[in-house]
């Protein structure tokens, strides 16, 4: 079975004008088929997130009018925007709606679902987007949109900023994506506006970007980032709002949208394996956003000289939202037009500087978690995420039986870390101390060595007693094609100490079994407290007692004293293997660790209590 969502990077896609003509001609002839004699352009399989569709559509005719001039169009665009202001403008209160803050403000307002009172908390995001499609067609009006439709149409976008602003709670729903797009349909909107009306939007909007999203900002593996569904970061909202903060940028010119999008754009690189897998999200574990998030991470990639765009998108939206019939939908429409218009193409190689919360070079990546523990290692093309023991997630040390273990990867003090790069070697040296049940503080080295093609690495502690053994994660996805294929098991893997594939006791409603049918987000939603969509998937998963993992025993003839693990992913079994791990010669040598491809000193602390790390080409 495959991964429903990560379907290959991004930047796969073609962006060239011609490709996105040919998205267009698709469009136009699909819009100009569907448009009803009343002007209604929505899919008809459409039920929810409908209230700006039929706009989004005109929006995209209007630039495809601008493009062609096809003669067709300005009717259509006619047709369908005075639908739109007729039948889809509401400005009686939702019954149900919890959000306002001004009953009966008589202020218009899109709706998620056009039945009254049926779904009513999804109306502030649907009037965001419908601010957005309106902004884009006032943008497009000139020589297609007549006088009268572009004044009721400016009325009425003024009134969407003001219901968002002033009559209802401001991003009800913690979304950022939502909220930087609100941002941004007003910086758009002000564009519009005579000049003491479209100081004060903007101005409005610029203290709202600053009071109400970047103070909030959350702290992830040292980055703020704007707080998405309650976390840090979503991988199907994230890169949604990296393409808000790219047009914001884009609009107004402000220095504040290009920093913090070159901040989130840095944790998106260093978070993504070089595949563009990625797992973990405070609403969505495994689904990834598409066309919505290729003007960001187009955008910043650039910027921050980086190929983020190997994310891998969601390709039945690599262009467009589709309905349930697989045909066209005007959602995000607005996406589309601004990726269009952002002509610059893709940066695709990856970024050289070393990055505190990754270690990557060719097909190698290792991503860490805020506590420097990693949370996918890819290799081999075949990614492994943290295995859980005794409800603890993650790799490292564990003290005690494989099945009620603890495992030693929590900090109990300050991370140490070390960067080294030389003749085709990268290395990361993670220092940290932990605590265990026994109260006994230890300090564990972590050491990952990659050439590009295999990961080495080596941890070691303090002698540890009775059983342990090493958590080296839980095999997932391989790379098949353009799509991720799930596995159970990982033969490119080979240990010095014993090395076993372990799963869980059938049966057990709290434990994971890679060779079952359930992807991680799903078991993680089946654990959470509330239904899928609007709970936490990541917080279900915490409560997984036990999975599917790669154990490894400790390696013999360590230096008294000390326990090494020492671990190789991405070769075959067959290729020698061979760690040989002493102390230098002298007390100034430091911790020697010698395979066959390298030679790493782990040096005494210095100073200023930094552990040293030196790399050599050549080992063992």
């Known amino acids: 079975m495959h991964l429903l969502h990560q379907r290959g990077p991004l930047h796969d896609l073609a962006d060239d004008p011609a490709a996105y003509d040919a998205v267009l001609t698709g469009v136009t002839e699909t819009a100009l088929a569907r448009l009803t004699p009343e002007g209604n352009l929505e899919n008809p399989s459409a039920g929810d997130d409908i209230g700006d569709t039929s706009l989004g559509i005109t929006s995209l005719l209007a630039l495809v009018w601008h ?28 019954p149900g709606y919890p959000n306002l803050t001004a009953r009966d403000s008589g202020l218009p307002y899109a709706r998620y679902v056009l039945e009254p009172g049926a779904h009513p908390i999804g109306d502030w995001p649907s009037t965001v987007w419908a601010l957005l499609q309106a902004v884009n067609v006032l943008d497009a009006s000139d020589g297609l949109v007549d006088d009268g439709q572009y004044r009721e149409l400016l009325s009425v976008a003024g009134g969407y900023w003001r219901w968002l602003t002033e009559a209802t709670v401001f991003n009800p729903q913690d979304a950022a994506n939502q909220a930087i797009g609100c941002v941004v349909g007003g910086l758009m909107l002000a ?112 910027r921050i000289g980086a190929d983020i765009g190997r994310y891998a998108g969601d390709s039945r939206w690599a262009r467009h939202a589709v309905g349930a019939d697989r045909g ?36 190698v990546t290792v991503s860490f978690d805020d506590r420097m523990t990693p949370s996918v290692i890819e290799a081999g093309g075949t990614a492994l995420i943290a295995a859980a023991v005794n409800r603890q997630h993650g790799f490292g040390p564990v003290l005690g039986p494989a099945a009620d273990g603890f495992l030693l990867c929590r900090p109990m003090g300050a991370v140490r870390v070390a960067d080294h790069r030389v003749g085709g070697l990268a290395a990361k040296l993670v220092t940290k101390p932990v605590v265990g049940r026994d109260h006994v503080l230890r300090h564990v080295r972590s050491l990952y060595v990659t050439d590009g093609t295999r990961l080495w690495m080596t941890v070691i502690v303090e002698r540890l007693p009775g059983e342990r053994y090493l958590l080296a994660g839980m095999p997932y996805v391989a790379a098949d094609g353009d799509r991720f294929r799930r596995v159970a098991d990982f033969p490119l893997v080979v240990a010095d100490g014993e090395l076993r594939l372990t799963h869980p006791a059938a049966g057990s409603p709290d434990s994971f079994d890679a060779r079952g049918e359930l992807t991680q987000q799903e078991a993680a939603f089946a654990l959470a407290a509330d239904p899928r969509g609007y709970g936490d998937p990541d917080a279900g998963w915490r409560h997984v007692r036990t999975t599917s993992a790669l154990e490894v025993g ?25 760690v040989v791990c002493e102390w230098g010669e002298s007390d100034g040598e430091g911790f020697v660790v010698r395979a066959g491809g390298f030679t790493a000193v782990l040096g005494v602390v210095g100073a200023d209590g930094e552990p040293g790390l030196t790399v050599a080409v050549g080992g063992s």
């Open 67 to 94: 493009r062609t001039k096809d003669p067709r169009l300005p009717e259509a665009v006619h047709r369908s925007l005075r639908f739109h202001l007729r039948e889809r403008v509401f400005t009686e209160d939702n």
């Open 191 to 302: 564009r519009h506006l005579p000049s003491g009306e479209s100081e004060s939007v903007r101005a409005r909007a610029l203290r709202l970007y600053l009071d109400e999203i970047r103070d909030r900002r959350v702290r992830d593996r040292g980055a703020l980032l704007p707080p998405e569904h309650g976390g840090a970061y979503d991988n199907n909202y994230g890169p949604i709002s990296l393409s808000f903060l790219a047009q914001a940028h884009r609009v107004s010119g402000e220095d504040v949208f290009a920093q913090d999008g070159d901040t989130l754009a840095r944790y998106i690189d260093a978070r993504v394996c070089g595949s563009g897998f990625d797992i973990g999200g405070p609403r969505y574990s495994e689904q990834h956003s598409a066309f919505e998030s290729v003007l960001g991470l187009r955008y910043f990639g650039r």
């Open 328 to 363: 066209v939908d005007g959602h995000f429409a607005f996406m589309l037009v601004w990726q269009i218009q952002d002509t610059p193409g893709w940066h695709r190689s990856p970024s050289t500087a070393p990055a505190c919360h990754q270690l990557r070079s060719g097909t």
């Open 554 to 578: 400790p390696s013999t003839g360590a230096p008294e004293g000390l326990d090494v693990f020492a671990v190789r992913y991405g070769a075959v079994a067959a290729e020698p293997f061979d």
